[in-house]
């Protein structure tokens, strides 16, 4: 479990898939949501203590092309969102949970962990959500926001350097992205 400074609660986010997130979302205080564009069928909080955020932007990692890319502002927006829930337990998902909702939480540790500290917040996510393999273009934009000035970017890639696995995926992702519809 993850223990953050400045909030003495263990486990403070979690990642999950749509489905996992269908099941197990009253145990949070706030839902982050991340759809398809378009997607018809997502999961909706209908509770007095659980609130939820949405946005809707695809799984790319290209801003032209098949899809709608994460903008910085939905990223800014979404990092805002769990700096507004710092004493909360919060929900992030998408559709598989491990590309964008685990490129956002992963921006998330790294803001409540702190500059330098980006070593740290990667392996927090790899605790919490072994299968991820993040969004690129996520992640760009919260090291930017973040102002880590690539130091988020670089610990991923050093992860990505020793797991073949994450790393076989990510080469399918960038793969499949380049294929003409």
Known sequence: ??????????????????????????G?????????TNYED?????????TQTVVQFDDTDLTQ???KAATREEVRYLLMKGREHTTSKLLVH??????????????????????G????????????RPTAVCNTLVLRHADGLLGREGALITEWEAHLAKDDKA???MLLRELASRTPE
């Open 94 to 115: 998408c559709h598989q949970g491990q590309s964008r909702s685990a490129a956002v939480a992963l921006g998330i540790i790294a803001d409540r962990l702190g500059t």
């Open 167 to 169: 790393a076989g995926v």
């Open 1 to 26: 479990m993850l223990i953050v400074p400045g909030n003495a609660k263990e486990g403070f986010i979690a990642v999950k898939s749509l489905a996992d997130a269908r099941r197990d979302w009253t």
């Open 117 to 128: 500290r980006e070593a740290e917040a990667v392996a927090a996510l790899l605790a919490i």
């Open 42 to 50: 997502g999961l909706r909080v209908r509770s007095g203590k659980t």
């Open 28 to 36: 949070f205080d706030h839902v982050i949501t991340i759809e398809d």
């Open 65 to 67: 092309g098949r899809g």
